[in-house]
Each structure stands twice: as structure tokens, then as C-alpha cells.
């Protein structure tokens, strides 16, 4: 059966219902561009989604060397073959013509043409004189989320263990850094404990601060499809907007801006009040449950209700559905992650796992999600600031097993203090002894918070700037060289998901021009500086994709995400693989903590801890004493109000995040014509009342401003709740007349224009839902509307699932259902 959908104004497609512990059935979605249909594609090459964290498995066509479609693979046990929006249409952007095919270097302040040997040689030259003149520290790295495993894993070493500097992080700092010190704090140690597949079991599914019908659109069509089958899971959404999951949830809590932990607190108060807790398991599995008790012993839902202006029998109702679940999965995003007390936050919903001994079985888990493709790998590999294969950089017998794999002295690899997180490398880079910085795959000069800072730190004459990317993005416009990469489709690598399973990604196409994929950048470079191990061999020893997976599988030998038995051939043709798998577990492993806390150990752990308040990293002794048996980790915090309140001028509290039909800082998805139809321009969101007591309608122009600067944008009139304010973060300049950036004091349209630069103190990550605005007129609709989806969150109040136009064009796409297909399917635009 062929279901032919516009997946612009129907981005969940049509429904296949299934029950409770039943198995997802198959649907292979397929975008085909016009004029092309299954018959003429050539080649059928294996891949899986670029733009977000889902890791949806797909195919790409190829017709005479180009790529001119997608369809999922329905083999694969994420997606069952099906495809959100951006996976069906985002590839488009490979073939821009906007695209970098040549270096580009810096001469009298203009960016000039060259060919690899100039710009490499400039890179190398800098590098050495900085070395020599300043030492590693003047050096620093800062990476994506998007790049393949192998080259995050090169750039480890030649950072690491090369130059020799503790300044290396990937914009994963900005997205799922919090993700990783919660599982941290918790658990000794970073990975996801559940599974995709708990979806399919869980009758309660909770989901704080993580609009999933907009970042993982498949996973939101698993569980629609479980919420039309027999036994559907009923849902808790904690979200401050009306997304499509707080419009389907059996309870919808929204809370104030910055007010997560207060919550969460009552919620643990009502689960331990009303006797909703596994006692057995908490006794036998955990520490600190008496501490936890104690602390939120008066944070009752009154308490809360207060703080959070959410009512108190709401969130009785709440805690009442958490603590009757049979199998509760809980997800957790950027609502968590971005905001005040990010990680305190996030580790209290790890705490109702523990309390209703809910972890390590089918339905029974938590997802601290991630946001890109494959930050999982950022973390795994080293390149997010942390050692290499989850390893402790305050034991010294983790970096004395690393230095023996790199076959360096453990001395060689910088531990004498905390790696360097993003937020400090920039403030580096102010203060003067960061001297040059590369960056890979990423668009800081849109993506951080205050960018008339951030424009300034990388316009210093006393910054070298590397840039590698695909497009002359915002950050590359003010580079001293850019160097053009070759993207997914166009070289080969694995990657790995949320839930942690790895696809490899074949190379289809050849990148444009000269375009190099970042693994040969690296290699490059690391040939040019000489970087040796202590026997004078060269450091790196790999040359290709496939041999740099097998150095990286000797890294990650005997620790949690052991990559030991996968390999490219067992990953090339069916379905992805969860980690760890390895001899022990040689079909992968679906869920962690089954049988008790893995690596929380002393002598195992990937972290000590740290102090939720201060962010000051805790020490052996103390971890030892207060876990001496390796069991999963309770820890309270008390909560705390944010740094930055409304107020007479600012009397909002603003908030940025996603919208469906967009990823990061638009230099794919904006070039792909169906999503950049679905979302052209920024747009700002109030409710109905706030709109009204200002006088101002749908599609007025208002200026949203902040401390730090101002943005303008068309109104959208929403039922976010009242004194909040949104706007998506997506929008830079590279499409405008102002290419690097708004001048003269004058507003621009990106949201980080009025963000502020703070961050949580344990997981370092930039708080982009924590701020004071105002909002005024700037001029009036004149009929026009807000250049918003009404699809999603973005929906005009009162009209949630109001149609999508697009001035008559529409994005259809090809469903097959049960998994079938043949040659009379087509998929065209």
C-alpha cells in the first residue's frame, strides 16, 4: 500500500498502530527528486540521518554520481525504514552551489582562493611558531557533533596526544554536555541506560523538557503509533510550550523558565510520601537515599507550585502517574539541559528511576537524549573535553592505559586539571594566551550565546582562526583559512546514536572540487606537524576510514562502550548495533544495567563526581568513601533560583530552541527548498495575553531585547504559557545582506544576540533558556503573518493542527507500508 503525503504539512506521516509489547511495524519512506523514479536509481547506498540524534537508517540514491534521493531502510531497528522531514529532504543541500571547493586564506582582510598546499603550510606554520613561542596551551580545537567517529578519534590524538593541549571541545558542549555529567553523576559513568525499544513496552513515558515530536520526529511516530494501539502509554510532558506532546499528554506541567530542579524535587517528595518506591532495589543498588529524602522532605507541591506557578494538583497528578507506572521510560533534552541547573535537574529525573527501580528492563529506563547525530561520539572519542573510551582523567591508571595504547608517556597527555570546556576556550581566546583556534564542522559565530562577543573574539588580529566546513558559514567569513570539507554522503564512517547504536555511513558521491572529508584533514596535518609516539614511530598509524575504526576499537577495548566486535563488514547491510559489543555481548547489548551498576567503581568510574552547585570536581577519597561498593549514585540538590529574573524592563523570561524543520545554524537544512519553505525566516512566540496587554497581533514585527542586545522578528500568538517568550535559534546571516553579522548597535534576527554568557557549573553548558527580555512594537502586521510553521510548537493559538501552506507548492513523499516496496512506489516533489 503506497501512502502519498505532503511530509511538509504531514511531517508524522500516517499511522501504524501497535500494542503494547508488539513489534513497530515497517514503513520504508522515499524521496525521490522530480524526474527520477525507483527504476533509474543506480546505486542504493547505505547511510544513515545527518541532522539530529536519531539516528535514522537510510539508503541514497545515486543516478550518474549524484545523489538524487533517500529512502529508510527498514531493516534497521531504529527507524523500521521510516524518515522524518529533514532525513528526506536535508540531503539536497550536498549538491549547493554555494558550496567551498577550494581553501580560501586570508590576505590585505579579504578571503582569497588558494590551493591545500598554501593553506595547509599557513596552518602548519602557525602551529609550530605557537608551539615554540607560547607552548600547547596557545592551541586550542573546538568541533562539531557531526563529523564521523574516525575523525573525532584522530583529532583526539593529534590534540592529545600531538600538540599536546587540554583545549578541545565540540559544540556537543552546547547540547548534550549536561547529558553526560548526569549519567556521570549517577552512575560512574556516561551512556544511555535505556533503549529505542522501550517505547514499544513502557506504559507511562515521561518526557522533561524534550519536545520529541520536533527533534527526533521518528521516535514521536513510534510512540503515536503506540498511542493508537491497544494499551497505549499515557504521557507526562514537562515543557513551558504547547508542543504536539503536551497537547497528547495525560498531563502537561508548564513550569516557569529555570524552575526544573523545584519541580523535580516535589516530584521525588510526592513519589516517597505516597510510598511509590522500590525499596529493594534502592537498598540493594544505591547510595544517598536517606540524603535525597531529607532534602526534599519539604519540598512538597505546594512548595513547588509556588515557585514554579505550575498548580500543586497537577503536580500531584503527576507524581501519581510516575509512581503507578508498571514500565516508565523518562526522556530528557535541551528543556533541561539549556536551562538553570541544568545537571542538578537533569540527575533528579535520573533519581525516579532509582527511587521506582525502574532501569535495565524492556520499558523501564531513562534517555538523557542528545541533539546531534553524532555527539555520542564527540564523548566516546574524547573530542568533548573528556579521555578517550570513557576514561578517568584524575586516575592515573586510565591515562597510563591510554598513553600504552597511544604508546606515549602518560605525562604527554594533559590531566593536571580539568580539560577546558568550550565557554573557557573562548574566554582564552579574549583574554589573549588562546592563539589559535580550529574549528571543525560548527558556527560559533551563530550558535554561542552573545555573539557580539563572539564576533569580537574571533575578529582579534591576535586569534588565528581555522575554519573547516562545507559552506562560507558565519564563523568562516571571519577565518584566517577556511578549508573546504567533504560532508556525509561523500566520505565513509560510522557514527553512533542516542541509544547507542552505531551505523556505518558509505561513501556515495564525490565531494565538490577539491572538498577533503575531515579524517584526510587531519591525517594531513598530523603528517606535516611530525607528531611522533616515544619510540619515534609516527603517532597516528591509520590512513583511511575503515583503519582508524580499528584503532579506535583497541582504545575502547574493556571499557563501557567497547566497540571490540563490531566491524565495517558486520555493520555494512542490515541494522545498526547498540555498544558494548564485544566478545561477551556479540550482537551488541539493548539495554545497560540489567544486573546491577556496571562501572561505577572506584578503580572503573569515568568520573568522581561533582559538587551540582559549584561545579568543583570531587576526589578519589571522597567518591570512595561515599560509594565504596560501585552502586548508582543519588544526589540532591537543593533548589535554587536563576541568576537572571524579570523585572520592570525586562519582564519577560525568554527562551530559544528548535523547530522541526530546521538543525542548528541552517546551512543545510536552509538550502534544501521544502524546509527552508517551512521555516524562512525567525519568528517570535508570546501567548495570547501577553500579546494582548501589549497591544500586538499575529505577524506584527517586535524587537526582543536583552542586557546583551536585541533581535527583531514577526510575532507568532501561541498558547505558550504566559510572561514566556521564544524564539528559535536556527537563524543566522549568511543569507542576508549582513553576512557576518548585524553593525552599528543595529538588532539582528539571530537569537543568541540576546542570550547570555553563563553556563552550568558541572556540565559547563551555556544556559540558552535562562534570560530577562523585553518585547515591543516595531511595526505593524499589514496583513502579513509570522514566517512560522503551523504544524508544531509554533502553532497559532487555539489552532494546533491547522494545515500548512506554502503558497500552493507542497514536499510529498513515498510511504510503503508493512516494508514493502517495489518498482511502482515513486517519490517526487
Known amino acids: 500500500m503506497n501512502a502519498r503525503a505532503d511530509r511538509i504539512a504531514e511531517p508524522w506521516g500516517s499511522r501504524a498502530p501497535y500494542p503494547r509489547h508488539g513489534t513497530w511495524p515497517g514503513q520504508v519512506d522515499m524521496f525521490l527528486e522530480e524526474g527520477v523514479d525507483v527504476d533509474s536509481v543506480q546505486r542504493w547506498v547505505q547511510a544513515a540521518s545527518i541532522l539530529h540524534s536519531d539516528g535514522d537508517a537510510m539508503d541514497i540514491a545515486v543516478v550518474e554520481g549524484r545523489m538524487v534521493g533517500v529512502r529508510g531502510r527498514a531493516v534497521d531497528r531504529v527507524n523500521h525504514g521510516r524518515l522524518g522531514p529533514k532525513d528526506l529532504f536535508g540531503w539536497q543541500a550536498n549538491a549547493s552551489a554555494d558550496r567551498l571547493t577550494r581553501p580560501l586564506v586570508r590576505e590585505g582582510g579579504r578571503l582569497v582562493e ?53 583545549h578541545l571541545d565540540g559544540n556537543t558542549r552546547l547540547c548534550t554536555a549536561t547529558a553526560a555529567e548526569a549519567l556521570k553523576e549517577t552512575f560512574g559513568c556516561d551512556g544511555q541506560p535505556a533503549t529505542y525499544d522501550d517505547i514499544d513496552h513502557a506504559d507511562v513515558i515521561a518526557l522533561f523538557g524534550h519536545n520529541i515530536a520536533e527533534t527526533q520526529p521518528v521516535q514521536w511516530m513510534r510512540i503515536l503509533d503506540r498511542m493508537e494501539g491497544p494499551e497505549p502509554p499515557r504521557l507526562l510532558c514537562v515543557d513551558p510550550r504547547p508542543t504536539r506532546v503536551a497537547r497528547m499528554a495525560a498531563v502537561h506541567l508548564a513550569p516557569r523558565t529555570g524552575t526544573n530542579v523545584a519541580l523535580l ?51 500531584e497528578e503527576a507524581a501519581e502517574l510516575l509512581g503507578q507506572a508498571d ?39 531513562v534517555l538523557q537524549m542528545n541533539g546531534q547525530p553524532t555527539a555520542q561520539n564527540t564523548r566516546e572519542c574524547g573530542a568533548n573535553g573528556d579521555l578517550p573510551g570513557f576514561r578517568n582523567w584524575q586516575n592515573d591508571e586510565h591515562v597510563a592505559d591510554l598513553a600504552r595504547v597511544w604508546n606515549v608517556e602518560p605525562r604527554t597527555i594533559p590531566h593536571y586539571g580539568p580539560p577546558t570546556h568550550a565557554m573557557q576556550m573562548f574566554r582564552y581566546a579574549e583574554q589573549g594566551s588562546l592563539r589559535m583556534l580550529w574549528v571543525s564542522g560548527t558556527n560559533p559565530a551563530v550558535s554561542l550565546p552573545e555573539l557580539r562577543r563572539i564576533r569580537s573574539i574571533l575578529s582579534r588580529e591576535s586569534l588565528f582562526v581555522v575554519a573547516q566546513d562545507l559552506f562560507l558559514t558565519e564563523t568562516a567569513q571571519l577565518a584566517d583559512v577556511v578549508l573546504p570539507a567533504a560532508t556525509w554522503g561523500e566520505k565513509t564512517g560510522t557514527f553512533t546514536n542516542a541509544d547507542r547504536t552505531v551505523h556505518l555511513s558509505d561513501k556515495a558521491v564525490e565531494p565538490p572540487g577539491t572538498a577533503k572529508p575531515d579524517l584526510d584533514i587531519f591525517l594531513d596535518y598530523a603528517t606535516r606537524m611530525g607528531f611522533r609516539d616515544k619510540d619515534g614511530e609516527p603517532l597516528v598509524t591509520w590512513h583511511d576510514p575503515e583503519s582508524a575504526f580499528e584503532a579506535w576499537k583497541r582504545c575502547s577495548e ?69 560509594n565504596p561498593d560501585g552502586k548508582a549514585m543519588f544526589k540532591a540538590a537543593d533548589y535554587r533560583p536563576p541568576h537572571e529574573l524579570p523585572s520592570e524592563d525586562y519582564p519577560f523570561r525568554l527562551t530559544t530552541g528548535r523547530t522541526l524543520y530546521h538543525f542548528h545554524t541552517r546551512t543545510k537544512t536552509a538550502r534544501a527548498p521544502q524546509l527552508d519553505a517551512a521555516a524562512p525566516d525567525v519568528w517570535v512566540e508570546a501567548s495570547t495575553s501577553d500579546a494582548a496587554a501589549l497591544g500586538l497581533g499575529e505577524g506584527d514585527l517586535v524587537e526582543v531585547r536583552t542586557e546583551r542586545g536585541a533581535l527583531q522578528g514577526r510575532l507568532r500568538v501561541t498558547d505558550i504559557r504566559s510572561g514566556t517568550l521564544f524564539v528559535p535559534f536556527h537563524y543566522g546571516y549568511w543569507d542576508t545582506g549582513t553576512p557576518a553579522g548585524p553593525t552599528g548597535g543595529r538588532p539582528g534576527r539571530a537569537a543568541n544576540e540576546t542570550t547570555v554568557t553563563d553556563w552550568d557549573p558541572a556540565s559547563k553548558q551555556p544556559l540558552f533558556k535562562s534570560g530577562a527580555a523585553a518585547m515591543t512594537l516595531v511595526r505593524r502586521a499589514d496583513g502579513r503573518s509570522a514566517p512560522a510553521p503551523t504544524t508544531t510548537a509554533s502553532a497559532p493559538a487555539a489552532a494546533g493542527t491547522a494545515p500548512l501552506t506554502e503558497g500552493g507548492r507542497t514536499a510529498r513523499a513515498t510511504r510503503v507500508s508493512d516494508a514493502t516496496w517495489d518498482s511502482t512506489e515513486r517519490g517526487s516533489a
Open 327 to 365: 514500565r516508565l521510560l523518562s526522556t530528557v533534552l535541551q528543556g533541561v539541559y539549556q536551562s538553570h541547573q541544568a545537571t542538578a535537574a537533569a540527575v533528579q529525573v535520573n533519581n525516579l528511576h532509582l527511587l521506582r527501580g525502574m532501569l535495565g528492563r524492556p520499558g523501564a529506563g
Open 114 to 166: 588558494t590551493d591545500w598546499e598554501t593553506a595547509m603550510s599557513r596552518i602548519v606554520g602557525r602551529s609550530r611558531t605557537l608551539l615554540d613561542e607560547h607552548g600547547p596551551g596557545s592551541v586550542g580545537f573546538y568541533t562539531s557533533g557531526q563529523l564521523f567517529l574516525e575523525e573525532y578519534y584522530t583529532l583526539a590524538v593529534l590534540a592529545r596526544a600531538g600538540i599536546g593541549t587540554p
Open 265 to 315: 524535587n516535589a516530584l521525588s517528595h510526592q513519589l516517597i510520601r505516597a510510598g511509590h518506591i522500590d525499596r529493594t532495589y534502592i537498598a540493594d543498588r544505591t547510595v544517598g537515599y536517606d540524603e535525597l529524602a531529607r532534602r526534599v522532605q519539604d519540598c512538597t507541591p505546594a512548595w513547588a507550585a509556588g515557585i514554579c506557578d505550575v498548580p500543586a494538583a497537577r503536580i
Open 558 to 626: 574493556g571499557r563501557p562502550c567497547d566497540y571490540t566486535g563490531l566491524s565495517y563488514d558486520l555493520l555494512r547491510g542490515g541494522s545498526g548495533v547498540q555498544w558494548p559489543c564485544n566478545a561477551q555481548a556479540p550482537e551488541g547489548t539493548a539495554r545497560l544495567y540489567t544486573d546491577g551498576i556496571s562501572w561505577a567503581g572506584a578503580d572503573t568510574c569515568e568520573s568522581y563526581g561533582k559538587d551540582l552547585v559549584t561545579g568543583a570536581a570531587e576526589g578519589e577519597q571522597e567518591y570512595r568513601s561515599a
